[in-house]
């Protein structure tokens, strides 16, 4: 197997290199974006998955581990980072969803077909009927996905990209972890993005891969202000005086999904005025959903204890009631 060194990586992924995305600091990058790819910040993260990504095209494997709530900007800097990966690297993405964690191996079959050279068991996973799926293996499973990624990174480094681990089905999880368990002197690297690496779903041995020392862990948090700021000139409706825009960032606590839909979505004299600022229309409908499915007596309490304001402290008798009446 050919070992690839840093020099014959692309020039982008050479640390220092004045092309190379976030190995340079420096401000926010606004410049020719539009607002559906606008990526702010992240510029740390950024240089340390491309050293990551270095470190396995040399023939050590990586797994980056990167977690955050929801809306904080897992998938994009991803996106961001596969943009300068998949040029020059074998890239198989896979995402879990919950409607189809009880599809057995159903996050493995995304993989198949973007990798050369698939064992035929592997490929029946695509081809089969989920009945055969779900008779299969895991542990052969993670067998074949393994031998098939040993066959991708003979021509190239391999990027394994799985988003949304949390809500993947259990097979696959238990595959992925038997593979990356045996991962030696192979060129690759894997990144999984979850909202809680601390989820009781995920299996054990996952679970001691994601937080061993040698796995590079983000935990991702808010915009700083300069990148809310850069983001406003971008997609504010005018100018925002910064008072203003430092409002915004605590609001959102810098998320960036909930920062872009407020931008858009509410005037500037809302944003720069000094009334509540609202929520985001997409997270007023998810909570107006989940609220609806309360009993009356919880979405009484629910909305008396939303007059109180964004904080509210409550005794442990009253919390425990409230799920009381939430189930009811």
Known sequence: MKTATATNLPRRFVRGHPHGVGLQGGGAEVQRQTPDSLFLGRQEELRRMASRLEAAARGAPQVVLVDGPAGM???????R????????????EASGEELERELAHGLVAQLVPQLPDVPEGLRELVLGMPEAAATRDPITVGALLLDALGQAQNRTPVVLLIDDVHEADTPSLHALTFALRRLRKDRLLAVLLTRDAHDPRL??????????????????????????????????????PRWAIARLREHTHGNPLHTKALLQQAPADVLSGHTVLPAPRRYERLVSARLARCGAAARDLVEAASVLGPVVKCHAHIRSEARVMAAS
């Open 203 to 240: 299996p054990q041995g996952l679970h001691r891969i994601l937080h061993d020392d040698t796995t590079l862990k983000l935990t991702l948090e808010g915009l700083a202000l300069s990148d809310v700021v850069a983001l406003q000139v971008v997609l504010g409706p005018s100018a925002l």
């Open 81 to 92: 980072f596969l943009s300068d990966a998949a040029a020059e690297c074998c890239v198989a």
């Open 73 to 79: 900007g897992k998938t994009s800097l991803a996106r």
